[in-house]
């Protein structure tokens, strides 16, 4: 059921390029229950960004995300 949800929920995201958690977070939540859904999706969702981020890393500059996030972090104060 799980993997179900996640494929179905990928094709979506794929397309829109976001939103692949919000779908496939309802799933999680009847089969975990809220707290098990919210402790797994913190993990998957870095998992997934970073993976992202790592298979795109030879397209990418590292100097502009490297400053791009310390940007964001310095002004999220």
């Given at each position: 059921?799980?993997?179900?949800?996640?494929?179905?929920?990928?094709a979506?995201s794929?397309?829109?390029?976001?939103?692949?958690?919000?779908l496939?977070?309802?799933?999680?939540?009847a089969i975990?229950?809220?707290?098990?859904?919210?402790?797994?999706?913190?993990?998957?969702?870095?998992?997934?960004?970073?993976?992202?981020?790592?298979?795109?890393r030879?397209?990418s500059?590292?100097?502009?995300?490297?400053?791009?996030?310390l940007?964001l972090?310095?002004?999220?104060?």
């Amino acid at each position: 059921m799980v993997i179900m949800a996640a494929f179905g929920a990928a094709a979506p995201s794929a397309v829109a390029g976001f939103g692949g958690g919000v779908l496939v977070l309802p799933v999680f939540a009847a089969i975990f229950g809220t707290r098990g859904a919210v402790a797994i999706m913190t993990v998957t969702q870095p998992a997934s960004n970073g993976s992202r981020v790592w298979f795109n890393r030879p397209r990418s500059s590292g100097v502009w995300w490297a400053s791009s996030a310390l940007r964001l972090v310095f002004e999220s104060w």
